[in-house]
């Protein structure tokens, strides 16, 4: 089955500047990558997802870009503020079957 | 309407009570879903239901039931659970299943506590 492997598993970053997520996923029949923000004691938000036909997709501060020959994908935040720090999980999906498999996650905080 | 609700929010039962949390969707969404989340980890899939019809059981234990008695309501029957079933429960759904997941959306959870 799909696997997600997600790193750092927590980043500290400093206002203002960008943050970085990565992730490799395993099986290449996965077609659909979303990326979830998760604050403390919240349900888990789609914060902007990619298609496999395409190579990155942006959101004002937000872009996250795919490489589908090295199974990775990324999610870049630019220009952080502190209403950025929360939990992200990277996630991938396979068009034949419902699931979404989530990465462990990465505790991104936003130093002032 | 563009929520998930669950109900309850928390909840507290003991091993041998027999409980349900709720899980209610009016945005015509024919897919919806039951994970399980423990603290500081990923949500974990349970169940999948598609067009009212259980389509993915990840080898859940049966103290745990689904239920879909129709396109907006989703239930999961507790019964004789283990203080390591605490977590959160979160329901999600889907405008439907396969590619993309279409409208994919997660709903607050129900905070569950096994003593």
């Known amino acids: 089955g799909e696997n997600v492997e997600q790193h750092p598993s927590t980043l500290s970053v400093q206002e203002g500047d960008s943050a970085v997520i990565k992730c490799t996923y395993s099986?290449?029949?996965?077609?659909?990558f979303p990326w979830y923000k998760q604050e403390l004691g919240k349900r888990p938000q789609l914060i902007i997802d990619i298609r496999s036909n395409v190579g990155e997709k942006k959101d004002q501060r937000i872009a996250v870009t795919l490489n589908k020959t090295a199974k990775h994908f990324s999610l870049h935040i630019t220009e952080t503020q502190p209403e950025d720090s929360a939990v992200y999980f990277c996630a991938a999906s396979m068009g034949r079957d419902d699931k979404i498999i989530f990465g462990k996650g990465t505790r991104l905080h936003i130093l002032p | 309407d563009t929520e998930v609700t669950q109900t309850p929010k928390h909840l507290v039962m003991g091993m041998t009570n027999k409980k349900s949390l709720k899980c209610e969707q009016h945005?015509?969404?024919?897919?919806m879903y039951w994970y399980k989340q423990k603290a500081k980890k990923p949500p974990e899939l349970m169940f999948v239901y598609s067009y009212e019809k259980l389509s993915i059981n990840e080898s859940v234990p049966s103290r745990f039931s689904p239920e879909c008695p129709n396109s907006s309501l989703l239930n999961l029957h507790l019964h004789a659970l283990q203080p390591e079933d605490s977590a959160l429960y979160l329901c999600?759904?889907?405008?439907?299943?396969?590619?993309?997941?279409?409208?994919?959306?997660f709903g607050s959870g129900t905070r569950l506590t096994v003593v």
């Open positions: 999600a759904s889907s405008f439907r299943t396969g590619p993309m997941k279409y409208g994919y959306t």
């Open positions: 099986d290449s029949a996965s077609n659909y």
């Open positions: 945005m015509g969404h024919r897919a």
